[in-house]
T-cell receptor
């Protein structure tokens, strides 16, 4: 599986934007970039995913580099509820292909 | 909206006993995934099923087995339980290769 690299931790203040980076230099043409987050003792929660173009949804935005070797998850205005571990995961969209979790980024949000 | 349902939510077993976890996917989802998350660890993929056939296999111990039934629910059977099997077990589901959604997890404690 193609590997991703994320910073171990990041800090933010409430109401400020947060940019969470992810490097995936060995990404293949059929890999989608997925972001999930996990709060303590809860199941991972889908955030956003994309292939080549930047994506926006109600939770976040995903900016994908032109060469697809890196991406950035953008939380436009962090809240205390956004404090979680964020995982950047590459996944082929063949049926049954699982998400393989690596080391994510622990985001702390201060008031 | 209906989510992935897991039961039981909490389970305590003794060493060498057997445990069974159940997972009910989101309606119309045909793919089920099982994950194990130990204390302080990232979720580890165990196994997945697509249309009742095993589709992908991760680091599932030989003592564990799983299957997906005709109604698409799945069961994870764990035998000869060890202390190290104590973990949070997540089930997730998707429709084919589309977005994967996770349940809240089943806590297994082996004593």
């Amino acid at each position: 599986d193609a590997k991703t690299t994320q910073p171990n931790s990041m800090e933010s203040n409430e109401e400020e934007p947060v940019h969470l980076p992810c490097n995936h230099s060995t990404i293949s043409g059929t890999d989608y970039i997925h972001w999930y987050r996990q709060l303590p003792s809860q199941g991972p929660e889908y955030v956003i995913h994309g292939l080549t173009s930047n994506v926006n949804n109600r939770m976040a935005s995903l900016a994908i580099a032109e060469d697809r070797k890196s991406s950035t998850l953008i939380l436009h205005r962090a809240t205390l509820r956004d404090a979680a571990v964020y995982y950047c995961i590459l996944r082929d969209v063949q049926a049954g292909t699982a998400l393989i979790f690596g080391k994510g980024t622990t985001l702390s949000v201060s008031s | 909206a209906a989510g992935v349902i897991q039961s039981p939510r909490h389970l305590i077993k003794e060493k060498r006993e057997t445990a069974t976890l159940k997972c009910y996917p989101i309606p119309r989802h045909d793919t089920v995934y099982w994950y194990q998350q130990g204390p302080g660890q990232d979720p580890q993929f165990l196994i997945s099923f697509y249309e009742k056939m095993q589709s992908d296999k991760g680091s599932i111990p030989d003592r564990f087995s799983a299957q997906q039934f005709s109604d698409y629910h799945s069961e994870l059977n764990m035998s000869s339980l060890e202390l190290g099997d104590s973990a949070l077990y997540f089930c997730a589901s998707s429709f084919g290769g589309n977005t994967i959604y996770f349940g809240e997890g089943s806590w297994l404690t082996v004593v």
